[in-house]
């Protein structure tokens, strides 16, 4: 009995591996096509995962990683006894709230307001002019709103022109968030527009038109048919948005950054650079990011798993 | 709805005069910007708000294009914009078509797919990487990190799936091997998503600016963007430097604006097709699952 069961197993897998090779040969072509992209991912993607070891590290770049000495979690306890890494994590939550208060809400209202218009050609021609600045770099953008904020900039020349004193923009503390804001509002409000105008097309026109019958005017139906009717959207956008809470936008943040605003304006994702490229503090500039990666995964598969509960595919 | 009450037409008034403002918005920076450019010193010096030049004057471009460090980064830009485009729509595309089959361990390949959406390893592992791979400095370090989107990736591997199984059978069945398939039939239908991403993958190489920052100590080969955040950003030249160097010398601040120009022009040029398009790749993007 057991000699007969090997038989047969033996029998098994040999037939399994012919197969298996016969598999992968008749799939050579594929496999030709997935290899560059694979490699890609292994090496880009996945490797340096691995390499976030260094975190547990004392890691020296000239004993490579195999040869630095192992520190447990000493990086990661340095992270919450480090009072700059704690106003910098303030700093990321409190750019991000602000923008989530601010500049998520933009583009529901000019999306209402662009479905408001029965003039198909007025409204093309409006959103290829609101469209436009979502393709300018950030570098692009930045630069204007320096070149506009500039002590002697169009701005300066406006507020002197109307009797008040010229402000130093780039240099208030205080201004930093809001600018940040602006320029994020004229960026991207009207790219974002086209979610919220693509849930606007699906609303029921018998909806509005028994609106109209009843006599509700263009307010009415914004307020009682319009917006319950995309109030979905609007929750689940916004959950997902705060799972992603930590990251306040690192390209913007990053040109924006100067010796005036560094107190209020370094972010997590600045900080690593800071720290880890520039000072090469690698292995607690590593644990401050993982620290930033983990907590971001765990938020994003949160707020994923609530958006579900609400009844929307979610994101994955 | 054809007939408007009064208050309909209250709010349809309001509507247009403040989406009118909306676009005003958008568009007043770049023409200011651009009619400054254009201006020359005495008009900015002594007009407060200049909304068109009244005076053509070149001298801010002349003097941008006679320093060597912007046509060369002018140069750089455009070459690899070119190869980056090309070879991120190679490198997305071929595996884009691998993934939509069943092979053996394409369940695992989905998944680490999925994975790197949600998790990414960091800035500082991924330059060790780029270092250890000895590209520090070199074309490649801008070339290869950034091979693949992974959400372009997925939303062109959906279009892929989309198309007609019946001609992929047909073909299979006249005797073509599944890289003919790829390159006769799948690659041929997605014409209009590969446009739309080319248009996608092209921008982002034009306005990449900060693995450039990261990569590149070597200042010969900096790109366009890096070369305007060093004008406007980081040192903005100096007039009483400029004149000191130059008989005539532009503003700085006209020399400024015509850089920023300089930089947004090429996507200024492309909007028109790259509206076409993107309606269709952001509606692919939105029927991902």
């Known amino acids: 009995m057991p000699k007969k069961m090997t038989a047969v197993s033996r029998f098994n897998s040999e037939h399994s591996t012919k197969s298996l090779r016969t598999k992968l040969w008749s799939e050579r072509y594929i496999f030709l096509l997935l290899l560059p992209g694979l490699i890609y991912f292994l090496t880009f993607k996945i490797i340096p995962i691995f390499g976030n070891v260094i975190a547990f590290q004392e890691f020296n770049p000239f004993k490579g990683i195999w040869a630095s000495d192992w520190v447990g979690f000493a990086n990661f306890r340095r992270i919450f006894e480090d009072s700059e890494v704690l106003r910098v994590l303030r700093n990321t939550l409190y750019i991000s709230f602000m923008q989530i208060v601010f500049v998520f809400p933009a583009p529901i209202l000019l999306a209402i307001l662009l479905n408001e218009v029965a003039n198909e050609k007025v409204k093309k021609f409006i959103q290829s002019i609101v469209y436009l600045p979502h393709f300018f770099s950030w570098v692009v953008i930045i630069s204007i709103s320096m070149i506009f904020l500039k002590p002697e900039g169009i701005i300066n020349q406006v507020l002197q022109s109307f009797g008040y004193d010229w402000v130093s923009f780039m240099t208030k503390p205080h201004l930093f968030v809001p600018i940040v804001i602006v320029e994020l509002i004229w960026k991207e409000t009207g790219w974002s527009t086209i979610i919220f105008l693509a849930a606007l097309a699906s609303i029921n026109n018998e909806l509005l038109e028994a609106a109209v019958m009843d006599g509700a005017n263009r307010w009415k139906r914004i307020w009682s048919i319009i917006i319950p009717s995309i109030s979905g959207t609007i929750i689940i956008l916004i959950i997902l948005r705060l799972g992603t809470v930590l990251d306040s936008g690192f390209e913007q943040i990053f040109l924006m950054l100067n010796p005036f605003n560094k107190e209020i304006g370094n972010v997590l994702d600045t900080f690593v650079y800071e720290k880890g490229i520039k000072q090469s503090d690698y292995s607690f500039s590593t644990a401050v990011g993982l620290f930033k990666g983990v907590v971001g995964l765990v938020l994003v598969l949160g707020a994923n798993r609530i958006a579900k509960r609400f009844g929307h595919d979610g994101l994955f | ?289």
């Not at chain 2, 509507?15 to 200011?32: A, H, K, Q």
Request: charged residues 10%.
């Open chain 2, 1 to 289: 709805m054809h007939y408007k009450t009064r208050s309909d037409k209250w709010f349809d008034v309001i509507n247009y005069i403040f989406l009118g403002l909306v676009g005003l918005c958008m568009i007043f920076p770049l023409l200011y910007i651009f009619s400054v450019s254009f201006s020359t010193m005495e008009d900015f010096v002594q007009r407060d708000i200049i909304l068109w030049p009244s005076n053509w004057d070149l001298g801010a471009y002349k003097y941008i294009f006679a320093t060597k460090t912007f046509g060369r980064a002018m140069l750089v830009s455009i070459c690899l914009t070119a190869v980056v485009t090309f070879f991120n729509l190679c490198m997305t595309s071929t595996m884009a078509y691998a993934i939509i089959h069943r092979f053996t361990g394409s369940k695992l390949v989905l998944r680490m797919v999925v994975f790197t959406l949600l998790f990414s390893p960091g800035l500082i592992p991924s330059y060790l990487m780029v270092r250890n791979l000895g590209l520090i400095n070199t074309y490649w370090a801008l070339i290869l990190p950034g091979a693949i989107s992974t959400f372009n990736l997925i939303v062109i591997r959906q279009f892929f799936q989309g198309l007609p199984k019946e001609l992929f059978e047909a073909a299979n069945i006249d005797g073509a091997n599944e890289l003919q398939i790829f390159w006769r039939i799948a690659l041929p239908l997605s014409k209009p998503a590969l446009a739309a991403f080319t248009l996608f993958y092209a921008v982002d190489a034009w306005n990449a600016y900060f693995n450039v920052i990261l990569y590149m100590n070597d200042t010969t080969k900096w790109t366009i963007q890096v070369v305007l955040r060093q004008l406007v950003i980081v040192s903005p030249p100096d007039n009483n430097l400029l004149s000191s160097l130059l008989r005539d010398p532009p503003p700085s601040q006209t020399i400024q604006m015509a850089a920023v120009l300089i930089a947004t022009l090429p996507i200024l040029v492309i909007y028109p097709f790259l509206q076409k398009h993107f309606a269709k790749g952001v509606m692919l993007g939105s029927v991902k699952g």
